[in-house]
């Protein structure tokens, strides 16, 4: 008879037929699961038995602390990954930065009780000035609280920097596709996450992680998941209330105006409209609120 005791485990990654396992001996397994399981994520904690000796059968899933979910193409929502911390949002010049995915990134982070960071790859690839224009644009986020870490993959400046942060936390990398989550990982940890090459033509990426994976740091106690890289970041099924609550700089201001059930939009006695007057709330981050709400009604 096999040894078919129950054993805890966790979730390297959920391929379309598999998912891979790794135990409390660091040993990777091949699982299948149990139907009544339901959708498995990467970072979920799991409970499996053997049945060969490196493949088994997943029977539950653990309760997940957190969760980072995104909507998919037909706006379906779907979870990313589970029983993370920190949501590291890398951004680039190459692709070019885009304050309005840092924002959705940053809703979603805060609507999911997640500390976000702000990692500016590929310093290498930006001249003085370029570098001087982007610590300009990212200055903003400093100053509302975010952290923000100067990377090059490329040239090893940065890590750490990185590392300190990522250290004793369980941690996702998000962005664009192209901005290069996989080769900062690699970097990190000396693994050989695919890296693709940004497509010629576009200026892109070329979405080369197609699942995440989990990778662990190697001496500090902490993880990583390396996460497929989006062209947007939709946030279908949060209320405009979530959203507001999301620019952490509107918190002071919510729930002050005159009208309790206030737009925010050219009502007498709206204290948000008059922060972003008195330039106590960036016109930068209120317009991208605006559009975000504007969008909500687009895809209702
Ligand atoms: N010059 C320079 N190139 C970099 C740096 N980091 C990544 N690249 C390059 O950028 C391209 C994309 O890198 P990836 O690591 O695949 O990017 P990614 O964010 O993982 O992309 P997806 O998996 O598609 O989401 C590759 O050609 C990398 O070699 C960097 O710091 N400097
Ligand atoms: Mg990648
Ligand atoms: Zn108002």
Not at 29 to 50: E, F, H
Request: aromatic share 8%; glycine share 6%; proline share 2%.
């Amino acid at each position: 008879m096999n040894d078919i005791k129950a054993q805890q485990g966790i979730v390297i990654a959920a391929y379309r037929r598999y998912t891979l396992v790794k135990d409390n001996t660091d040993q990777f397994i091949q699982c299948q699961q149990r139907k009544s399981v339901g959708q498995l994520v990467c970072g979920d904690n799991v409970i499996w038995q053997a049945e060969s000796e490196n493949s088994g059968v997943i029977t539950a899933i653990e309760e997940r602390r957190s969760i980072l979910q995104r909507p998919d193409i037909n706006n379906k929502l779907r979870i990313i990954a589970s029983n993370i911390d920190q949501v590291f949002i890398v951004v680039a010049n190459k692709p070019a930065l885009n304050e309005g995915l840092i924002d959705r990134y940053l809703v979603a982070a805060e609507n999911s009780h997640l500390t976000p960071i702000i990692v500016l790859n590929k310093t290498d690839l930006c001249s003085q000035q370029e570098i001087t224009e982007l610590k300009k644009r990212l200055k903003l986020y400093q100053d509302i609280g975010y952290t923000v870490i100067y990377t090059s993959a490329k040239q090893e400046h940065g890590l750490d920097s990185l590392k300190n942060h990522l250290k004793n936390n369980n941690n996702i990398f998000v962005g664009q596709s192209g901005v290069g989550k996989s080769s900062l990982i690699n970097s990190l940890l000396k693994s050989d996450a695919r890296v693709g090459e940004i497509s010629q033509a576009t200026g892109k990426g070329k979405h080369t992680t197609t699942t995440a994976y989990l990778y662990f740091l190697d001496n500090d106690k902490g993880q990583i998941i390396d996460s497929p890289g989006v062209r947007e970041f939709g946030l279908v099924k949060l209320s405009e209330p979530e959203i507001a609550n999301g620019f952490i700089e509107f918190k002071p201001y919510l729930g002050y105006c005159k009208f309790r059930n206030c737009a925010h939009k050219n009502e007498p006695g709206c204290v948000l409209l008059n922060a972003v007057d008195e330039n106590k709330i960036s016109k930068k981050r209120w317009d991208s609120y605006q559009r975000i709400i504007a969008s909500l009604t687009e895809t209702r």
